[in-house]
């Protein structure tokens, strides 16, 4: 079976992002409940939580962590792009890199973030056929939107401890 039947039908590069954050959500969600069934122990707080901070954690949340995460994904999937591998090999790539970065600020559990970026790198090679520029749009739109809800939590982490 073909991935792209799990795709949108439709051009809506709105629909496409909210589609593909769910998925994306239920795929992390999934990874966090078997990592909880195992036993490992949850993360501890962000560096910008524990020093203070919770306005900057937003902030790299929602902006910063988009921006520059989405740039890096793009760079792996380019470049293995341009060394001509495979599909799934690009999108293996990238979604490790970015996975194991995860895991060295929030060990293990980084890894349960791995199947969105796995989505995030097909959403990015559907979309570069149009362009590259739209690629980066639609991927940082989802990484945004998938970083709604740690931000929701971030905000409530504060009220409770201040």
Do not use: D
Not at 49 to 75: D, M
Not at 99 to 111: I, R
């Amino acid at each position: 079976m073909k991935l792209r039947v799990f795709l949108p039908r439709s051009e809506s590069k709105i629909v496409f992002v909210l589609v593909m954050v769910c998925y994306a959500l239920a795929a992390t969600v999934s990874m966090g409940t078997l990592a909880t069934a195992f036993g490992l122990p949850r993360p501890e707080p962000g560096v910008f939580l524990r020093q203070g901070s919770p306005t900057a954690h937003v902030v790299v949340l929602l902006l910063l962590a988009p921006v520059t995460e989405t740039l890096l994904l793009i760079g792996v999937l380019e470049l293995t792009r341009w060394l001509r591998a495979a599909s799934w090999l690009q999108v293996t790539c990238a979604t490790a890199l970015l996975a194991v970065g995860h895991s060295a600020a929030a060990n293990p559990w980084g890894f349960a973030v791995a199947p969105a970026f796995a989505i995030q790198s097909l959403a990015y090679l559907e979309w570069r056929r149009v362009s590259w520029k739209v690629g980066y749009a639609v991927v940082a739109s989802i990484h945004a939107l998938l970083n709604v809800l740690p931000a929701i939590s971030t905000v409530g982490y504060a009220a409770r401890n201040t």
